[in-house]
């Protein structure tokens, strides 16, 4: 009897160090803050954009995000998944996250609390609902307050082209003549779409789908059609502006950067409040530096298709003085064509290329002469 009491001491014991390792299944709580492992969390179609132009401290359904400090002292105690989503320890102002499923309460809710630098909150118990169906951006504008648009998840029917939009969510009255609708173009201004024209402020766009690839589009204000005059900057592009000098400065030419488009891939081109910062020192004087809030854009990425593994892209040009030469790529015609000699087709803007998406894998490219005789083949 001794040695069975004994024997089940020494069971219980070893169970006890057991659970203590492993924690026997149950979730790990580190000073009251929810802990869960954020590389195994998926996202709700909650995505939340913070354009209030102040960096915010954020907390779910009571799961802490992210807090600001008010002192240099304080302890940022926020969740494991705060630190993931915010490493900076603050919701950065001018960037958007999707609130993962594991935050939601069991009818798909989310309480949302926020607060700004000077300790001030600008929202209590503030509740959005998942809808899985209907993904949703939610954008938080600087006078505290939301606004919605639904977001397509879903992918362009053709699978070789991206679909991309316009939400507008710019001042009307913005600084440098960029308020108001906005539209669209290529680099040499031409329209990309008829659902891309004169988007209005707090209006967001259909989708409109492209051949996929790499474009240089520009956005321009204007009332009845696109101003060139008043074009829109992106990324560290800033607007021409000189202090010392009455008036509004004409807001054109910006060469705005060349981006490649996946096929597949969902965007978004969002028009926001940004600000501008400039040395405004007149005739040698004292330095004098002025910061201005102005509309910008940015392209995001609604859905990423991943690495391309299925399509290129093919274009012909013909570089043979005095010949016109048929180019095909496994027997279809690559352009419209006999091609002419690119030196006799100088004009005094840039020639566009006429690039066809082809299946990625074996290809027999030829060229041949009006004849049918074959001059290159590889």
Known sequence: MFLFKQYRLLQCFLLFCICTALGCGKTKMSAGIYEENPLTLNNSNLRLFNLSQTDLGIIVNNTVLARLKTHILDEQQVSALGQLLFPEGMWK??????????????????????????????FKDTLLMNDPVNPRDIYLLPNGKFASFNRNNTPPTNPQHFKIRIVNMGDPASKFNAGGPVWLTYADGSQVSPVLNGIANGQSSEYAELPYGAYQFKLFAGSGNADFKRQLVTDKIIYAYNGCMPGVLPQEGFMTPVRTFKPGGVYTIMVVPSFF????????????????IANAYQVITDLDPGANMSYARINAINTV?????????NGKVIGEGALPYIGDLFQTKALSCDYQTVVQGYHKIQAQDESGKTLAEL
């Open 321 to 329: 003085p005095g010949k016109k030469i048929i180019v095909t790529d």
């Open 93 to 122: 102002d001018k960037t958007s996250f999707s609130i993962p499923n594991t935050l939601l309460d069991k009818t798909g809710g989310a309480y949302i609390s926020m607060q700004g630098q000077n300790g001030n909150s600008l």
């Open 277 to 292: 910062n400039y040395d405004v020192t007149c005739n040698g004087g004292t330095s004098i530096r002025e910061t201005h």
